[in-house]
T-cell receptor, first 114, second 112 residues
Framework: NAGVTQTPKFQVLKTGQSMTLQCAQD?????MYWYRQDPGMGLRLIYYSASEGTTDKGEVPNGYNVSRLNKREFSLRLESAAPSQTSVYFC?????????????FGQGTRLTVV | SQQGEEDPQALSIQEGENATMNCSYK?????LQWYRQNSGRGLVHLIL?????REKHSGRLRVTLDTSKKSSSLLITASRAADTASYFC????????????FGKGITLSVRP
């Protein structure tokens, strides 16, 4: 049982380049999330998906797009990377009980935009 | 702006002492969770308390929730050096069960 798998683990981009961060979970969870973590800012929600076929904006969606390809996979795309997008990105997933359940996190993608 | 806000931002204690961390939030919630993050790693779930619960225990952890004050506290008893980590509270707002948002976190250092 791998849990939540993110790829790549590290990436360096030049300003204006595009890339897609991949995330897959094998826990049959309905909900999936993308966060960014910056020093002193905690985790900020970029986008989330409550179920296959739905996505919603979080706190900081500008500059990002997402795709919920199927129940297992949730990708995050940067169309034109900017230095402000230098961050550590985390994917997470959770089941959906009536009052919510715990989230499981991937190990993160450290992205540097130069 | 972020939903949850932890207090204090940093805490340094001696091994064996208790650590108390607080979280305040802004809107009504379905539940509140606490997570731990060791340096450079993903977050790990510690405990969840539902909006109709006031207190919950798990091992050395005790969490309380006061919905009238929109606040929660996490108590770690008999701390160990291995408890050194960052701690985050997270909430899901009422009516948006999947929108899980986090605070900025508390850095806990436990001195041997």
């Amino acid at each position: 049982n791998a849990g939540v798998t993110q790829t790549p683990k590290f990436q360096v981009l030049k300003t204006g380049q595009s890339m897609t961060l991949q995330c897959a979970q094998d826990m049959n969870h309905n909900s999936m999330y993308w966060y960014r973590q910056d020093p002193g800012m905690g985790l900020r929600l970029i986008y989330y998906s409550a179920s296959e076929g739905t996505t919603d904006k979080g706190e900081v969606p500008n500059g990002y797009n997402v795709s919920r390809l199927n129940k297992r996979e949730f990708s995050l795309r940067l169309e034109s990377a900017a230095p402000s997008q230098t961050s550590v990105y985390f994917c997470a997933s959770s089941g959906t009980g009536v009052r919510g359940t715990e989230a499981f996190f991937g190990q993160g993608t450290r992205l540097t935009v130069v | 702006s972020q939903q949850g806000e932890e207090d204090p931002q940093a805490l340094s204690i001696q091994e064996g002492e208790n650590a108390t961390m607080n979280c305040s939030y802004k809107t009504s919630i379905n539940n509140l969770q606490w997570y731990r993050q060791n340096s450079g790693r993903g977050l790990v779930h510690l405990i969840l308390i539902r909006s109709n619960e006031r207190e919950k225990h798990s091992g050395r952890l005790r969490v309380t929730l006061d919905t009238s004050k929109k606040s929660s506290s996490l108590l770690i008893t008999a701390s160990r050096a291995a408890d050194t980590a960052s701690y985050f509270c997270a909430t899901t707002p009422t009516g948006a069960n999947s929108k899980l948002t986090f605070g900025k976190g508390i850095t806990l250092s436990v001195r041997p």
